[in-house]
């Protein structure tokens, strides 16, 4: 049952699991001080709170972004596809 588990598989699919759980907890970080905002009644103590929580997480997603491009320019320049760990082969002709 675990005949394709390697090293190479297992490193890219926590690559990818992370991305997912990165955009997802942005996701709910962001509705939180959405939230936070619309409760804060005005209070500018609250009000600074939440939106230091909505710049976190877009700066927060802005990162996970920039790697993901960071990869894709990697795969793009170097043929080094990090996501699914292929390395270009070398031909001897």
Same mark, same amino acid.
């Given at each position: ?23 997802? $907890?942005?996701?709910?970080?962001? $509705? @939180?001080?959405? @939230? ?17 929580? @909505?710049?976190?997480?877009? $700066? ?9 491009? @960071? ?23």
């Amino acid at each position: 049952p675990l005949t394709g588990l390697t090293l190479p598989n297992i490193v890219s699919g926590l690559i990818k699991g992370t991305l997912v759980i990165a955009a997802i $907890v942005f996701f709910f970080i962001l $509705v @939180i001080g959405g @939230i936070k905002w619309i409760a804060s009644g005005g209070d500018k103590a609250q009000t600074e709170g939440a939106r230091n929580q @909505i710049t976190a997480a877009l $700066v927060g997603l802005v990162i996970v972004f920039a790697a993901w491009a @960071i990869v894709a320019l990697i795969n793009t320049f170097f043929g080094i596809d990090i996501f699914s760990l292929s390395l270009p082969s070398v031909s001897g002709q």
